[in-house]
């Protein structure tokens, strides 16, 4: 069957320190992977999108990999800040023809210590 | 920034009764969803339109529930007779397109039926 799987528990982290956030999935062949912050109450925030043919993928603070061979993606973010605390959830995108829909893990929650 | 607006923010329902939530997507996006998360559990998608109609439903969409793009802006789910079940955050997405698109979330609306 098809998974999406991200880490259960939640990650406390000290402020300054880089937090890194593993999603794995199988039984998919995602052509991106995109990953979204999701704040208690409100609706998820598009981050980054990651495709297939590449490897890694910056946007300020952030970092995400991508490696379609162990079907992993890690997504980094470098000197955390307690406002980075929050759910954040990895994506893929699935569908056939010329429409597709994200298909969601259950998000990791960062807790960034002062 | 554009924004996906949902309305109402919050909705309580008796139990059997009609609700319908509405949306209104990114002016210029072309593919419309909605999603669910019951508390504490993952996003999960339920429908995407395109081109005036559904592209796609999951096996949460069944007869009970029906999308309509009225009048070109608003974009509306309508549940016919609630269940408890039913209690859920309803999100709204749009995007540009599939593939290396974001999409857009709306806030939500919590509805609770009673």
């Known amino acids: 069957s098809q998974k999406i799987e991200q880490n259960s528990e939640a990650l406390n982290i000290q402020e300054g320190k880089t937090a890194t956030l593993t999603c794995n999935y199988t039984?998919?062949?995602?052509?991106?992977l995109q990953w979204y912050r999701q704040d208690p109450g409100r609706g998820p925030v598009f981050l980054l999108l990651i495709r297939e043919n590449e490897k890694e993928k910056r946007k300020e603070r952030l970092k995400v990999t991508f490696d379609t061979t162990l079907k992993q993606s890690l997504f980094h973010i470098t000197a955390s800040q307690p406002a980075d605390s929050a759910t954040y959830l990895c994506a893929l995108e699935t569908g056939s023809g010329n429409t597709g829909k994200l298909i969601f893990g259950q998000g990791t929650t960062l807790q960034v210590k002062p | 920034e554009p924004e996906v607006t949902q309305t109402p923010s919050h909705q309580v329902t008796q139990m059997g009764q009609e609700v319908i939530l509405r949306c209104v997507p990114i002016?210029?996006?072309?593919?419309f969803y909605w999603y669910r998360q019951i508390l504490g559990q993952k996003v999960e998608f339920l429908v995407s339109f395109y081109n005036n109609e559904i592209s796609e439903k999951s096996e949460i969409f069944d007869d009970q529930f029906s999308v309509e793009r009225p009048d070109g802006s608003n974009f509306t789910l309508k549940i016919r007779s609630t269940k408890l079940e039913d209690s859920a955050m309803y999100f709204c997405a749009s995007t540009l397109g599939t593939g290396p698109y974001g999409y857009t979330f709306g806030s939500g609306t919590r509805l609770t039926v009673v």
């Open positions: 039984n998919y062949s995602p052509a991106y």
């Open positions: 002016s210029n996006h072309l593919y």
